[in-house]
């Protein structure tokens, strides 16, 4: 029998714990072994849950218990998860978790304390919910140069553009109907303003590449200033707007890092990913591309997830799921993003077409009047700056930028 400890009896853990009891026989069956939950720390007694019986308050106790073998940190936040998960390593305890925030900002240490002390720290439930996407990369995809990465890696965000463009869902209702359903996090901020993606993205280029940015160095955007008359316009352009992280390698070997909101043409995959779900495309210089697709968040896809590891560490199956731990961050790794260049959707008042094509060249105009918007051509960040400042500089106001896929 395989003793473990789950902490954390919030959506996460109530999902593991689920999937845990009710996929007990198949589980056995299929590894030999019965997983036992045996204690789940909480700060709540929480008598209402099925799991009342195993709640415990005293880390120490799981800490000081040899029987147990596997902690599923599924806590969230970054302390106290970070400091239990790095213990429970120093103890000889394989870690689990669907954390991305303390893998985000933590994961080269606690990789190395995981090989340090011969066990697994693994984290498949950081990225993409329900969907493997980090043992694949690590792994099957490992022989290839990765030339890019990008995805849709936030449920909730999704889930509210997809309401507001296919039911014409107010902003705020479509946030509460995805805290309803258990996909934001604690505090919606870390989703709306790009926090969560940014994460994850981070995530994926330090599997791809072997190196941590800190989520700190990422430029991040949210959906927050993302406007209905944009969205509506992009709409009539057979495209689509979708929050992204995205990771693209230059020839320098450096790596452009970013979270935004883009134009996505609707005969791209991505497109057609709507509500909770996630997809990310990998792009390998031998394999072309690869795109994995599922729940983006919610109880059961991120406990499938969270069980996945666990059963990977009870078949003995998987070291950790780097191949070295990973550098910790390296900004001389990032290329500078004011140089990344990308066509633009861009809405200005106060101006005109003529106007607008002295500065930017030939554009493409999806609309005309009180404001005009159209798509530029590949321009980087400081000279998007400056175009808008001359023309800003006649009087015109912009009023919407996004980057185009
Ligand atoms: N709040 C996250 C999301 C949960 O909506 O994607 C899954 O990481």
Redesign the pocket.
């Known amino acids: 029998m395989v003793h473990i400890a789950i902490l954390g009896l919030g959506v996460v853990g109530s999902g593991t714990a689920d999937l845990i009891t009710q996929n007990k026989d198949l589980i056995k069956e299929r590894f030999g072994e019965e997983v036992n939950i045996k204690y789940i720390l909480d700060i709540k007694d929480k008598p209402e849950s099925p799991y009342s019986d195993k709640i415990i308050h005293d880390y120490n106790v799981i800490l000081e218990d040899p029987e147990v073998t596997v902690v599923a940190e599924v806590m969230g936040g970054s302390h106290p998860a970070f400091e239990f998960s790095m213990q429970a390593l120093s103890k000889g305890k394989n870690v689990v978790t ?1 954390n ?1 925030e303390v893998v985000s900002n933590f994961g080269d240490q606690l990789l190395k304390a995981a090989s340090d002390n011969n066990v697994s720290y693994l984290f498949e ?5 329900g969907i493997p996407v980090l043992r694949p990369l690590s792994t099957d995809l490992s022989a290839n140069n990765i030339k890019e990465i990008v995805g849709i ?7 509210i553009l997809t309401k507001m463009k296919k039911e014409g869902e107010s902003f705020e209702n479509a946030l509460a109907e ?1 805290q309803k359903n258990g ?3 604690a505090n ?1 901020s ?2 709306i303003d790009g926090i ?2 940014c994460r ?1 993205i981070s995530i994926l280029t330090a599997i791809a590449y072997g190196k941590l940015i800190n989520p700190q160095s990422i430029h991040t955007e949210g959906i927050a200033g993302i406007r209905r008359e944009d969205v509506e316009a992009i709409e009539r352009t057979g495209a689509c707007i979708k929050l992204l992280g995205k990771s693209v390698m230059t020839e320098n070997k450096e790596v452009y890092v970013m979270t935004a909101p883009f134009v996505i043409g609707n005969e791209n995959p991505l497109a057609s990913v709507d509500d ?1 779900f ?1 997809a990310v495309t990998v792009k390998g210089d031998f394999v072309g591309d690869v795109t994995f697709y599922g729940r ?3 109880a059961y896809p ?1 406990a499938s997830a969270v069980c996945g590891d666990i059963m990977n560490i009870i078949s003995g199956a998987t070291a950790n799921l780097n191949i070295k731990p990973w550098q910790a961050s390296d900004e001389m790794f990032m290329s500078d993003f004011s140089y990344f260049a990308c066509k633009r959707y861009l809405s200005f008042a106060d101006t005109d077409k003529n106007a607008a094509q002295v500065i930017f060249g030939d554009v493409e105009m999806i609309q005309e009047g009180s404001e005009i918007s159209f798509i530029t051509g590949s321009i980087t960040e400081n000279e998007l700056s400056d175009k808008v400042m001359r023309l800003c500089s006649s009087g015109a106001r912009l009023c919407a930028h996004i980057r185009v896929l």
């Open positions: 669907s991305k439930a950081s990225v993409g919910g890696l936030n449920g909730t965000t999704n889930y995805a996909y934001a996090e919606p870390a989703d969560d993606t994850k909770v996630n983006g968040a919610g991120t």
